[in-house]
């Protein structure tokens, strides 16, 4: 008698263990999670100052401010000191928002081409 009262404590135990653990796995017992979307950041217009446009003139008048090619000078700036409207120009976005700028002259010598970030002369091909 006694081995068929421990069969039956076993498997009340089990059958005890099953509906706890149905429990905890049911949907009824769990919160609700809402989907949270991230939040973009608001990106500001940015003002780069006077900056090329697709036809290779500035957009507003731009103060003389380089007296070289160097770099960190701004677009409009490389077009005075070139003295004549480039080529081409490509004008793109960068990461973040930012403004790309590539800035093409075909030279006797050979092409040159300008590469501007915010308005600032980053590199230079030759």
Avoid: H, W
């Avoid at 498997?11 to 609700?32: I, T």
């Avoid at 990106?43 to 900056?51: C, D, K």
């Avoid at 507003?60 to 770099?71: F, K, L, N, R, S």
């Amino acid at each position: 008698m006694k081995t068929n009262f421990v069969k039956v404590s076993v498997y009340s135990l089990a059958a005890v263990l099953a509906l706890a653990v149905g429990a905890c796995n049911s949907s009824a017992n769990r919160p609700q999670v809402q989907p949270v979307r991230p939040v973009q950041p608001q990106v500001q217009p940015q003002n780069f100052g006077p900056v090329l446009l697709q036809d290779g003139t500035c957009s507003e008048q731009a103060p003389a401010v380089a007296m070289t090619i160097d770099a960190g000078i701004g677009e409009c700036d490389l077009v005075r000191l070139k003295g004549k409207p480039p080529t081409d120009v490509l004008i793109g976005e960068s990461g973040r928002g930012g403004r790309e700028t590539q800035v093409l002259y075909a030279e006797p010598t050979g092409r040159e081409l300008y590469f501007f970030i915010n308005n600032k002369l980053d590199r230079t091909v030759k």
